[in-house]
């Protein structure tokens, strides 16, 4: 056999053998990681359903952030009906509430402030940038209207 043949023949071999790679199964239930070291996957992404509460959440600040703008300019009713918007795209969303109590203090009905207060109150619990809001709200509504439920 030609010499220059055993090496081209050796040479192929060990060329063989090093770009052949183990595979070992991975546990059964597990996925393997497939990042590269140093490389951050990117976060995974919300459910859709998670996704479409966030943007009904976002619309929702954009509608109450205009109907306070008009509340400002002393147009009560159209801030009602932005605020009314807003609480239909996302009605656990508690500053709607607030400044739908709000707007019907500005009315004096006292009934309706109060209801609409409950609702903030509930939704806002524990948020410690509105419990101090929320305890004001309620007590200018008790101060004007002790009687009324």
């Known amino acids: 056999m030609n010499p ?3 090496w081209l023949r050796l040479m192929l071999a060990g060329l063989l053998l090093v770009s ?3 595979v070992v199964p991975t546990p059964s239930g597990s996925v393997p990681d497939e990042t590269p070291p140093g490389v951050q996957a990117p976060p ?3 459910a859709p359903e998670e996704d479409a509460a966030q943007k009904r959440q976002q619309a929702a600040a954009a509608l109450t952030d205009q109907g306070r703008r008009l509340m400002a300019e002393g147009q009560i009713d159209p801030a009602m009906r932005l605020f009314e918007q807003a609480l239909s795209l996302a009605p656990q969303y508690g500053p709607g509430y607030y400044f739908l109590a709000e707007a019907w203090i500005a ?3 006292w009934s309706q402030a109060r209801a609409f207060h409950r609702q903030a109150a509930l939704y806002l619990e524990g948020n ?3 419990e101090g ?3 004001r709200q309620r007590r200018r509504i008790d101060r ?5 439920p």
């Open 20 to 22: 052949c790679k183990t």
């Open 4 to 6: 220059s043949a055993c």
């Open 133 to 135: 809001r929320v305890v």
């Open 128 to 130: 410690g940038r509105w």
């Open 44 to 46: 995974p992404s919300p």
């Open 107 to 109: 009315k004096n009905n």
């Open 144 to 148: 004007a209207a002790p009687g009324v």
